[in-house]
């Protein structure tokens, strides 16, 4: 018979085998932890890197956007919706149904003729309410069809006639800058006979971010502070690519001669020592020029050149105010 004392070794030396054999499955769960927590790493890199290239891309190419070109002639020779005709088709069906009817034999022998007319002589009054309310629904759908066919050739009569109110009542209507977040704060218009003034204020400089952001050969995430001179270049490419986007807007939906668009944002004042919203960049863009243009292939900045603008700028200091474009009521 075995003492406890060998009995307490023999059980030590069993835990300790088993922990011995335990140990390097743990560290092979630790192992694949540190992998796993890699792998997260990495993959949150790649998302952050993704998402710094997509916002530069963005803000770079607003211009871009597919806009469609509105024909105010075509909306002015639209003819107006026919008015509906009343029918009363579904009640001479059943009245047709009602004039047709030959009871079955066993219908006369159980007595049922009568009530079987009556059955089908109500449908005829179902039938009948059925064409007077599709007559009615098809009115009123007329009527508002007619009315938002009225206000529109009256807005068109208006825009062909050059009113500025006819200009003020499509860009309320159609409000083509709605959602303008990628292009400014908000827009103010000025309309003239022949033209339209638009005021933009634009996000300033801290649009563009601050560190440049990309992925090392092993996937890991490197930062580095973006030179000023590049952070200038891309806010300037964004402050041209937001210009031309509501000039394209503007002009595709009216037949304007040119129009004015001024970037407005916060700059210093160096007579008073206080931010003040001030003019960085203004333009006249005529139709005729935008429409010899590839929007998916210039760049924003350059495309300046193809205007007359008003433009204060360098990469080592940035945009500093400038006058607005003004033509004082004549043809710049």
């Known amino acids: 018979m075995g003492t406890l004392s060998g009995f307490m070794r023999s059980t030590n030396a069993t835990l300790n085998r088993m922990e011995r054999a335990h140990q390097p499955r743990e560290k092979e769960a630790e192992k694949v932890k540190r992998i796993r927590r890699k792998q997260e790493m990495l993959a949150d890199a790649a998302s ?13 190419s607003v211009h871009r956007e597919p806009i469609e070109m509105v024909n105010w002639n075509e909306i002015m ?6 008015q509906p005709v009343f029918s009363s088709q579904h009640e001479q069906n059943a009245a047709n149904t009602l004039a047709n009817y030959k009871p079955s034999f066993f219908v006369k022998l159980l007595g049922m003729e009568r009530r079987r007319k009556l059955g089908l002589e109500n449908k005829i009054k179902v039938a009948a309410k059925k064409d007077q309310d599709g007559f009615e629904k098809a ?4 009527k508002k069809h007619k009315e938002e066919c009225d206000k529109t050739q009256l807005v068109a009569r208006g825009v062909l006639n050059m009113e500025p109110e006819g200009f003020m009542e499509v860009i309320e209507q159609f409000n083509p800058f709605s959602q303008i977040g990628a ?6 218009f000025d309309f003239f006979p022949d033209h339209i003034n638009v005021d933009l204020e634009v996000y300033g400089e801290d649009t563009i971010p601050k560190q440049i952001l990309t992925l090392t050969s092993t996937g890991k995430l490197s930062k580095r502070d973006m030179p000023p001179s590049k952070r200038n270049g891309l806010y300037q490419e964004h402050i041209s690519s937001s210009i031309l986007r509501v000039a394209r807007e503007v002009l595709a939906l009216l037949p304007l001669a040119y129009v004015i ?19 960085i960049l203004s333009i006249a863009a005529y139709p005729e020029t935008l429409a010899g243009m590839d929007f998916n292939r210039l760049d924003p900045a350059e495309c300046l050149r193809n205007f007359k603008h008003n433009i204060d700028f360098s990469k080592t200091a940035g945009f500093r105010r400038v006058e607005r474009l003004n033509d004082q009521g004549g043809t710049l």
Do not use: C, F, S
């Not at 020779?77 to 026919?82: F, G, H, I, L, S």
């Open 261 to 279: 668009v001024n970037a407005r944002t916060e700059l210093l004042n160096m007579a008073t020592g206080r931010m003040e919203v001030q003019v």
């Open 183 to 188: 292009l400014g704060k908000q827009l103010q």
């Open 77 to 82: 020779a639209e003819e107006p919706p026919d």
């Open 48 to 60: 952050l890197v993704e998402h710094y290239q997509e916002l530069i891309t963005m803000l770079v």
């Open 139 to 142: 009115n009123e759908e007329y």
